[in-house]
């Protein structure tokens, strides 16, 4: 019995349309390296989708304030509960600036947290409100104000920027959260 040499098998050249050799990677991955995470590849309008985040920024820095002045100013029969949650919301939105803000710098940008402009650039307005019920429905209204503005952004960046995308989704999903968790109370309302 003769033995016949092993074929060696080569890894087939042919990629599906869209998808990149390895050394055609590697030369982008070379490119303007100074862009950071942001490669040849990224297809958004990097200076409208910096703009946009930083809006959302201050529209979340704007909540982080309201949220905290109505936890410190809540008074009334429910109130600790009602500050339970205002806290918790007050504490989830800074985290949602901090990872506005980590994107703007990924993208080459700075964020804007010039305190003179947080409020004309925020989304959503800030509302004292008179008394507890009030403050639970203006941060209502702030959270579907929020709904809308994020839904938008993410429907305008479509898959230009995909991480963009996700990290708008996850916000998106917490402020659903938080609006529902109004709406509850605000059912439930009993007396003022």
């Given amino acids: ?15 599906p349309a869209g998808i990149s050799d390895r050394r055609t990677l590697r030369a982008n991955a070379r490119k303007r390296i100074e862009d950071g995470a942001v490669t040849p590849t990224y297809s958004a309008d990097r200076k409208a989708v910096i703009k946009l985040l930083n809006d959302a920024l201050a529209t ?13 100013m809540a008074k009334g029969m429910l109130a600790d509960s009602v500050k339970a949650e205002f806290l918790e ?4 939105e800074q985290a949602h600036a901090g990872l506005l803000a980590e994107r703007i710098v ?6 804007d947290l010039d305190p003179d402009t947080l409020t ?3 989304h959503a307005e800030y509302k004292k409100g008179g008394n507890l019920r009030d403050m639970v429905r ?11 503005s994020y839904r938008e952004m993410i429907n305008f ?3 230009k920027d995909t991480t963009t995308k996700r990290i708008l989704e996850q916000i998106l999903a917490q402020e659903e959260e938080h609006a529902d968790d109004f709406a509850d109370l605000l059912e439930g ?3 003022e």
């Fill in 106 to 111: 990924q993208l080459g940008g700075e964020p």
């Fill in 120 to 122: 004309a650039r925020s």
């Fill in 89 to 92: 919301h007050a504490q989830q």
């Fill in 1 to 15: 019995m003769s033995k016949q040499p092993a074929t060696r098998k080569t890894p087939s050249t042919a990629l």
């Fill in 157 to 159: 960046i479509g898959d």
């Fill in 60 to 72: 979340e820095w704007v909540c982080v304030l309201r949220y905290y002045r109505h936890y410190y």
């Fill in 189 to 191: 309302w009993i007396g």
């Fill in 138 to 148: 203006e941060n209502l209204i702030a959270e579907r104000i929020a709904i809308d």
